[in-house]
C-alpha cells in the first residue's frame, strides 16, 4: 500500500508561481507512475502533469505546456509540480497519483484510471 500527501497549494496573483510537492510513503519501491491532476466542482478531472520516474519521461496537457514543469526526487520520494504564469482557469484542487504496476506507463500517463493510489487534494486559487 502506498500512500500520498499532497501540499503546497495556496493563493496567488495571476502570473505568480507556486509550488505543489507529493510525498509518498509505506510500499513505494519499483517504478513509479506519478501525475498531477485537477478538478473544479462540476467539472471532470483532467491531467495536468505526468512522469516515468525510471527515466524522467513526462507529459503535459496542453492548457499548462510550458508554464508547468513535473520532476521528483527518488531520494526524498518526493514529487514536485512547479507551477509558473498562473492563470485565473488553474483554480482547482490538485491532486498527485501513483501507480508501480509496469503497464501503468502504457495505459496513459494523463488518464486518471492509469493510477491506483491518490493524495487527499491541495487547493491552488489564482485571482485576477
Known amino acids: 500500500q502506498v500512500q500520498l500527501v499532497d501540499s503546497g497549494g495556496g493563493s496567488v496573483q495571476s502570473g505568480g508561481s507556486l509550488r505543489l510537492s507529493c510525498a509518498a510513503s509505506?510500499?513505494?519501491?519499483?517504478?513509479?507512475?506519478m501525475g498531477w491532476f485537477r478538478q473544479v466542482p462540476g467539472k471532470e478531472r483532467e491531467g495536468a502533469a505526468a512522469t516515468y520516474t525510471i527515466d524522467d519521461r513526462t507529459a503535459y496537457g496542453d492548457s499548462v505546456r510550458g508554464r508547468f514543469t513535473i520532476s521528483h526526487d527518488n531520494a526524498k520520494n518526493v514529487l514536485y509540480l512547479q507551477m509558473n504564469s498562473l492563470k485565473p482557469e488553474d483554480t482547482a484542487v490538485y491532486y498527485c497519483a501513483a501507480d508501480q504496476r509496469e503497464e501503468c506507463a502504457y495505459a496513459g500517463l494523463l488518464r486518471g484510471k492509469s493510477y491506483k493510489y491518490w493524495g487527499q487534494g491541495t487547493q491552488v486559487t489564482v485571482s485576477s
Open positions: 509505506g510500499n513505494t519501491m519499483g517504478s513509479y507512475c
